[in-house]
């Protein structure tokens, strides 16, 4: 590259060796390249051996170097216009110029979906774990099954007692831990405002299916944000427990003096569903309609 001299004529310096790396989706895409720099008398003219402790700040002052973070601009293609300055090592040259090694990278990438408009896409991923509870039964083959927007079933949910009539059977359920993970960007969206919107979905279920989920079998145990590793970046998690009897638990109804209803003839009298009660979220909505962001986190992939 050519020769840029700056306003004061205290500095010149050139460019050398730039290089990009394109990365996969979650991974760092970097820009590299070394900046030739050299100290000048402005009088006469003679190189000043560049002192890399020294004339770093002044060098920054006088603009031969861009500040920590500060965006790329030497040309302006694609994801390269979102990276940011990460890193700079200095080194003394013999010639008394000095080396800078320039490092910016960015955790945008191009979505591949993009046609004639250029899609950008930050990390976003979805983590499954399997686990067991124990539900006490008191029916089997019961008639109703757990209810969808209500807590609790109104009616005895039927079937045949157990054993013993006024017994209980474990019943392990197969439970399964969601978690979904996004990188944010906090020069679009603020982690507070982020904060603000998000959280109320702490303690809900989903009123609508969310890709393998039908509705009121998912609930909401938390939300977390915090640093994504570069500075303008967080992280937002959201942590799901999914249920295949909508989360229900089988109660048996109680007398007045706190003990089980029981018939006359020695059985348990009414057993219903019963659940805690939670407000009904659509869960789609955290993609914010954006279809190719839903896809891709829901699926592993981008199609």
């Known amino acids: 590259m050519a020769v840029v001299v700056t306003a004061s004529g205290k500095y010149q310096y050139w460019d050398t060796d730039i290089s990009t790396r394109q990365a996969q989706l979650d991974e760092s895409s970097t820009i590299t390249f070394s900046r030739i720099v050299q100290k000048r008398n402005v009088s006469t003219g003679a190189i000043i051996p560049f002192n890399i402790i020294e004339h770093y700040e002044d060098a920054v002052d006088d603009g031969v170097f861009p500040i920590q973070n500060e965006a790329f601009t030497i040309f302006s293609t694609t994801w390269h216009t979102t990276t940011k300055l990460r890193s700079i090592n200095l080194t003394a040259l013999e010639n008394g110029s000095a080396r800078a090694d320039l490092i910016y990278s960015t955790k945008y990438v191009v979505d591949p979906n993009s046609t004639t408009t250029i899609l950008y896409a930050l990390p976003s991923s979805c983590e499954y774990s399997s686990q067991l509870r124990t539900m006490a039964i008191y029916r089997s083959g019961w008639s109703t099954s757990p209810p969808t927007t209500?807590?609790?079933?109104?009616?005895?949910?039927?079937?045949?007692?157990?054993?013993?009539?006024?017994?209980?059977?474990?019943?392990?359920?197969?439970?399964?831990?969601?978690?979904?993970?996004?990188?944010?960007?906090?020069?679009?969206?603020?982690?507070?405002?982020?904060?603000?919107?998000?959280?109320?979905?702490?303690?809900?279920?989903?009123?609508?299916?969310?890709?393998?989920?039908?509705?009121?079998?998912?609930?909401?145990?938390?939300?977390?944000?915090?640093?994504?590793?570069?500075?303008?970046?967080?992280?937002?998690v959201f942590d799901f427990l999914f249920d295949p009897y909508r989360h229900f638990s089988q109660v048996a109804t109680l007398d007045a003096d706190g003990r089980v209803k029981m018939t006359s003839a020695g059985a348990i009298s009414e057993v219903k569903w019963q659940r805690l009660p939670r407000t009904g979220l659509d869960f789609n909505a955290i993609f914010a309609s954006d279809t190719l962001l839903q896809t891709k986190t829901l699926n592993g992939w981008w199609t």
């Open 150 to 236: 209500s807590s609790n079933s109104t009616a005895d949910i039927g079937g045949t007692s157990l054993s013993g009539a006024d017994g209980s059977q474990s019943l392990q359920v197969g439970q399964v831990r969601f978690r979904m993970r996004f990188t944010q960007d906090a020069s679009v969206v603020s982690m507070a405002t982020a904060a603000a919107g998000l959280i109320t979905y702490a303690n809900t279920i989903n009123n609508a299916s969310i890709g393998p989920f039908a509705a009121y079998t998912l609930i909401c145990e938390g939300v977390s944000i915090g640093d994504a590793g570069d500075p303008e970046y967080y992280e937002v």
